[in-house]
């Protein structure tokens, strides 16, 4: 198996090789009908990859309305599997990313955010589970949180994949190939948002966080914002419901925001093994919405579109009365 990681030349699970940016405080003023992710191809990505990439590109794009742009570079000089590199923003405290999230909440509710908003949900106290700490935001999320331009021209982040290894491209399996969009799949959604902090040092000399970091949990009631170990899961009601598993870093390696390969074929997980498919899931359109994401409104019942598709044997939300998107075959990163 290969990890799928976060930040080209990172020791362990820091964040400390992320760019560090200044807070941004223009807001967004051209509306746009959604997404728009906008790929940079280095020297080395070639045509067959491009056309990969752009149909990640296009499934993110179909997937969530914030009018913004994400300017993305595509690298074929990575090492290991997959890894990326994201600008980030800071700093924040708790109350202003409390803040944002509830602003961008109430302009494009959803059944995660009311939860996660409201009695029993994880942004629902005013109190600091950080006690202090400071936030950092990935100047991709920014943008979805009104808190950066959406056209703003600069880079969200870097994807490096490793071009010396063998891959299929149409999101399938093939015995001894990686499935190339799968790995973009998850590393477009670090540079989106979805990396911790968990009291890293590495950014400042404090204990340092990200959004993402107040959805992790090891019990009800009981945050797991600095646990890396067993334990840990992903939740919107202040740990009452386990909605996924991550990854055990402490045990395993790998990142510990990722997921702990309890479902082989999401692209979200921390490990990816060669001749498997993956795929975006709906638990992880759920964490990317919940930090910020606006994701497509869900068809009235009986406007005679499905809700989901069945793809692989798993279910992938698909909107299709506002939009049509390709369902993806899924791929596992244990």
């Given at each position: 198996m290969q990890e799928a990681g976060r930040s080209i030349g990172r020791t362990g699970w820091s964040l400390g090789s992320l760019l560090l940016a200044g807070v941004a405080s223009s807001v967004l003023t051209a509306p746009a009908e959604?997404?728009?992710?906008?790929?940079?191809?280095?020297?080395?990505?070639?045509?067959?990859?491009?056309?990969?990439?752009?149909?990640?590109?296009?499934r993110y794009d179909n997937l969530f309305t914030d009018p913004?742009?994400?300017?993305?570079?595509?690298?074929?000089?990575?090492?290991?599997?997959?890894?990326?590199?994201?600008?980030?923003?800071?700093?924040?405290?708790?109350?202003?990313?409390r803040t944002a999230l509830l602003n961008d909440y109430a302009a494009n509710p959803s059944a995660a955010r009311t939860t996660a908003s409201g009695a029993g949900g994880s942004i629902n106290t005013t109190t600091d589970p950080t006690t202090g700490g400071h936030f950092f935001i990935s100047t991709a999320e920014e943008k979805a949180l009104g808190l950066l331009a959406g056209n703003n021209p600069a880079s969200d982040?870097?994807?490096?994949?490793?071009?010396?290894?063998?891959?299929?491209?149409?999101?399938?399996?093939?015995?001894?190939?990686?499935?190339?969009?799968g790995v973009a799949e998850h590393e477009v959604s670090e540079i989106m948002g979805r990396i911790p902090g968990l009291g890293t040092t590495a950014f400042d000399?404090?204990?340092?966080?990200?959004?993402?970091?107040?959805?992790?949990?090891?019990?009800?009631?009981?945050?797991?914002?600095?646990?890396?170990g067993a334990g840990n899961y992903f939740s919107v009601d202040n740990g009452t419901?386990?909605?996924?598993?991550?990854?055990?870093?402490?045990?395993?390696?790998g990142d510990p925001q990722d997921w702990d390969g309890s479902n082989p074929a999401d692209s979200y997980n921390a490990f990816l093994?060669?001749?498997q498919a993956t795929g975006i899931t709906p638990v992880g359109i759920e964490a990317l919405n919940v930090i910020g994401w606006d994701v497509v409104p869900a068809p009235p019942i009986g406007a005679g579109f499905p809700?989901?598709?069945?793809?692989?044997?798993?279910?992938?939300?698909?909107?299709?009365?506002?939009?049509?998107?390709?369902?993806?075959?899924f791929l596992g990163v244990a």
């Open positions: 959604a997404l728009n992710i906008v790929p940079t191809y280095t020297v080395g990505v070639t045509a067959p990859f491009q056309t990969a990439f752009a149909a990640v590109a296009t913004v742009t994400v300017n993305i570079t595509v690298s074929a000089t990575g090492t290991g599997l997959g890894t990326s590199s994201t600008p980030l923003a800071g700093v924040f405290t708790y109350g202003q990313v982040g870097t994807f490096f994949y490793n071009g010396t290894l063998t891959y299929t491209l149409n999101h399938t399996a093939a015995p001894g190939a990686f499935d190339f969009q000399g404090s204990p340092d966080f990200l959004p993402y970091d107040v959805f992790r949990y090891t019990g009800a009631n009981t945050r797991g914002i600095t646990n890396t419901t386990n909605l996924h598993g991550y990854n055990n870093h402490n045990l395993l390696g093994s060669a001749g809700t989901f598709l069945a793809v692989g044997g798993l279910l992938f939300g698909a909107r299709l009365l506002y939009r049509a998107k390709r369902a993806a075959r």
